[in-house]
T-cell receptor, first 115, second 111 residues
């Protein structure tokens, strides 16, 4: 039973264009959502997050959109750069306050940005 | 600030052997997690520690996996005996202010 789904295993985008990575979730208890980026032989690194009280959060070239009614979130990268090539994981948690929380991860989407 | 350290980085063993992984979290981080990431999957939580106490180990296969965090700092994860399906990357993460910092992981191959 996959509670966080990333249905696109891979995505190729030209440098300078927009990359859109999608994520769907099924658990209504999730109220905090995160994106992680992972390079080969390294651990995931935090990229951006959004609480369920918001529908958009922006940080430089990265924007995350949340549609609670559709249980869908997306990560937009504009403009895409070759250094963005990595595996991107969507993660969700039922707890958005400070302190400990447990993440459920999707399977990841491998983004390739072509120079 | 130093990151989360893990060792060894790679380990190859035969099935039914034992193996142990070590994690040193970021200084002062009270919460520590162990995850298992099988190839092609996202990380899956195995166990959560708060200081030296276990908060949640409901997804840890306790017949073969064990973990401890003595003194609330370093942690070890052990598998005994290992099975072929335990081949995965084992990730350790520590938490501060809603952000989980991951170590580089230990890649385990069970032959």
């Amino acid at each position: 039973d996959q509670q966080v789904k990333q249905n696109s295993p891979s995505l190729s985008v030209q440098e300078g264009r927009i990359s859109i990575l999608n994520c769907d979730y099924t658990n209504s208890m999730f109220d905090y959502f995160l994106w992680y980026k992972k390079y080969p032989a390294e651990g995931p690194t935090f990229l951006i997050s959004i609480s369920s009280i918001k529908d958009k959060n922006e940080d430089g070239r990265f924007t995350v959109f949340l549609n609670k009614s559709a249980k869908h979130l997306s990560l937009h990268i504009v403009p895409s750069q070759p250094g963005d090539s990595a595996v991107y994981f969507c993660a969700a948690s039922p707890y958005s306050g400070a302190g400990s929380y447990q993440l459920t991860f999707g399977k990841g989407t491998k983004l390739s940005v072509i120079p | 600030e130093a990151g989360v350290a893990q060792s060894p980085r790679y380990k190859i063993i035969e099935k039914r052997q034992s193996v142990a992984f070590w994690c040193n979290p970021i200084s002062g981080h009270a919460t520590l997690y162990w995850y298992q990431q099988i190839l092609g999957q996202g990380p899956k939580l195995l166990i959560q520690f708060q200081n030296n106490g276990v908060v949640d180990d409901s997804q840890l296969p306790k017949d073969r996996f064990s973990a401890e965090r003595l003194k609330g700092v370093d942690s070890t994860l052990k598998i005994q005996p290992a099975k072929l399906e335990d081949s995965a990357v084992y990730l350790c993460a520590s938490v501060v202010q809603n952000e989980q910092f991951f170590g580089p992981g230990t890649r385990l191959t069970v032959l």
